[in-house]
């Protein structure tokens, strides 16, 4: 069965550092969304990115944040001055078509930012 | 409060009983989707039941939807210890938005 890929699975940086969460994507997937979660509280929304842009961004998805689909195949997050905050895990997910069949989630990358 | 509800936060049962878990939320929506999330693991999609659908099985899941009072449940019928899990309901609301807004999740144990 397809599988969303994130890598890595764990990424510890420090306060200020930039750092760059890697996804691959569904093949044949369009839609494609970073959603976050701090550990024990709700899986929350931060970007969707279609047709090579920005579709919508929540408040979280400041500045600070860019997403990039540079290739084709990979779809990356970068966070530019990490902070403690930051600290989350960081969850990839594609869609064929918007509101189909739900999103494939990736099995998501824990920042811990010290 | 937020848009996707699920209560209780925890529930701990028994292997073999049903688990019932609920999920409210405010607006209008063109779907409702379940999740399950193992600890510290990704997202696994469950389920998706449209807003013109009242109810949808898959396996042991039952989904009903009432869109009148802006709720959803979901039952896992005969609970295994391996249905320990959170589960989250992801709203896709009818306001234009491309997102899904998830709600805060129900801890579920099943004992052995």
């Known amino acids: 069965e397809p599988e969303v890929t994130q890598t890595p699975s764990h990424q510890v940086t420090q306060m200020g550092q930039e750092v760059i969460l890697r996804c691959v994507p569904i093949?044949?997937?369009?839609?494609f969304y970073w959603y976050r979660q701090i550990l024990g509280q709700k899986v929350e929304f931060l970007v969707s990115?279609?047709?090579?842009?920005?579709?919508?961004k929540s408040e979280i998805f400041d500045d600070q944040f860019s997403v990039e689909r540079p290739d084709g195949s990979n779809f990356t997050l970068k966070i530019r001055s990490t902070k403690l905050e930051d600290s989350a895990m960081y969850f990839c997910?594609?869609?064929?078509?918007?509101?189909?069949?739900?999103?494939?989630f990736g099995s998501g990358t824990r920042l811990t930012v010290v | 409060s937020q848009q996707g509800e699920e209560d209780p936060q925890a529930l701990s049962i028994q292997e073999g009983e049903n688990a019932t878990m609920n999920c409210s939320y405010k607006?209008?929506?063109?779907?409702l989707q379940w999740y399950r999330q193992n600890s510290g693991r990704g997202l696994v999609h469950l389920i998706l039941?449209?807003?013109?659908?009242r109810e949808k099985h898959s396996g042991r899941l039952r989904v009903t939807l009432d869109t009148s009072k802006k709720s959803s449940s979901l039952l896992i019928t005969a609970s295994r210890a391996a249905d320990t899990a959170s589960y989250f309901c992801?709203?896709?609301?009818?306001?234009?938005?491309?997102?899904?807004?998830f709600g805060t999740g129900t801890r579920l144990k099943v004992l052995a």
């Open positions: 997910a594609s869609e064929e078509e918007f509101a189909s069949y739900g999103y494939t």
């Open positions: 093949s044949n997937h369009l839609y």
């Open positions: 990115f279609y047709n090579n842009e920005i579709s919508e």
């Open positions: 607006t209008s929506i063109n779907n």
């Open positions: 039941i449209r807003s013109n659908e």
């Open positions: 992801a709203t896709d609301p009818t306001s234009g938005t491309y997102k899904y807004i």
